[in-house]
């Protein structure tokens, strides 16, 4: 089990700690010293400090690294902000103030597994109708079925849920219009207890749907959703509008790759062009995915449009009649294509 290494000479926060640790059903790795916090340094999922030991940790000259958390009571005082910004200190928490943070930090560390970190997929429609929604479901499922939890994000709020295409629309659990995030840090266990899902022998997909009702999801919740899940080593999945707002871009900036999905027909390839251009001009390079090549040869469309293809695949013709009923096969070429995504994404360092 991961756990948290904890050097806290001020005995106030240190019970503190200790009682959010309780909770979170995990125990911190103790230190005592800076020896013991160097030897932990590397491979401790979350450093937990006080000022005193943050300053000898600097003095040190401890790499920065990320989860480096400095602890207080109270208000921090000045010298607290000096010794975290030379440590490279990921946060500043408050006790009691910072307590939920603190608490969901701690419950992630417990559920994440050892050494893992999980990527991030953005899926985008090149053009109307392309089936994005279809690719990005169909990739979240091959990734259950590899063996891999993975968290599939709606961010379409006219989309009319992605609930609709695994047959959930009527399992209980939270949509967007009813998700409250009262902080930045979401563990993920409150995912999988709060949303519908689907699971296949020990890997689970945990969907986050929209509604046919409601508001769409703001910007924070989405990058607060993504990095649970990417913190738990999950696979997250997010199906994206093409309407360029705040929500979209957000997810754009925090995916490891990003794939536009294009049927293979001019005015589809055309439109795809202006979108990625628009995609370069914020500094985004996706990767291509056509669908039913034919007399436009995948090539030919990647040149047009100026973006790597990645892979193909041919629609199911039997899957409208299969989703009515409620099913989601993922087979034949969708199924070659979605691994073939799923690959780039694990081989991917950089969006």
């Avoid at 480096?68 to 000096?82: K, M, N, T, Y």
């Avoid at 969907?207 to 508001?215: D, H, I, N, P, Q």
């Avoid at 500094?283 to 007399?295: E, K, M, N, Q, T």
């Avoid at 695949?313 to 009515?324: F, I, K, Q």
Wanted: charged fraction near 25%; charge should be neutral; aromatic fraction near 2%.
């Amino acid at each position: 089990m991961n756990r948290p290494t904890a050097w806290l000479r001020d005995e106030t926060v240190l019970e503190h700690v200790l009682r959010l640790c309780a909770a979170a059903a995990t125990e911190p790795d103790r230190a005592d010293r800076v020896p013991d916090v160097r030897a932990r340094w590397p491979s401790a999922p979350l450093v937990l400090l006080d000022e005193p030991a943050a300053a000898a940790c600097a003095d040190a000259g401890l790499p920065r690294r990320k989860g480096v958390v400095l602890v207080v009571a109270g208000p921090p005082p000045p010298s607290s902000w000096e010794h975290a910004v030379r440590l490279g200190a990921e946060r500043v928490v408050s006790l009691p103030d910072d307590e939920p943070w603190l608490a969901a930090a701690l419950a992630d560390v417990a559920e994440a597994p050892a050494g893992t970190e999980g990527r991030v997929l953005a899926v985008i429609g090149g053009s109307g109708g392309a089936g994005a929604s279809v690719f990005a479901t169909a990739v979240a499922l091959t990734a259950v079925r590899s063996g891999t939890n993975a968290l599939l994000v709606d961010c379409d709020p006219m989309g009319g849920g992605l609930d609709l295409l695994l047959g959930a629309e009527d399992e209980p659990g939270l949509r967007w219009p009813d998700v409250r995030l009262r902080t930045g840090r979401v563990p993920v266990s409150s995912l999988h207890t709060s949303l519908p899902g689907r699971t296949k022998g020990k890997s689970r997909l945990t969907l986050l749907s929209g509604a046919r009702e409601g508001a769409g999801p703001s910007p924070d919740a989405v990058v607060a959703v993504m990095e649970a899940g990417k913190r738990a080593g999950e696979t997250v999945v997010c199906d994206l509008p093409r309407a360029p707002d705040q929500t979209t871009r957000a997810a754009l900036d925090r995916a490891d790759l990003t794939v536009v999905v294009v049927p293979a027909d001019l005015r589809a390839t055309a439109a795809t062009r202006r979108l990625a251009t628009y995609l370069a001009s914020q500094g985004i390079h996706p990767s291509l995915v056509v669908r039913d090549p034919a007399h436009l040869r995948p090539p030919d469309i990647a040149k047009a449009v100026d973006l790597p293809l990645l892979t193909t695949y041919r629609r199911d013709r039997a899957l409208p009649t299969r989703l009515d009923e409620g099913s989601f096969p993922v087979r034949g070429s969708l199924s070659r294509a979605s691994k073939a995504v799923l690959a780039a994404l694990g081989a991917s360092r950089v969006r």
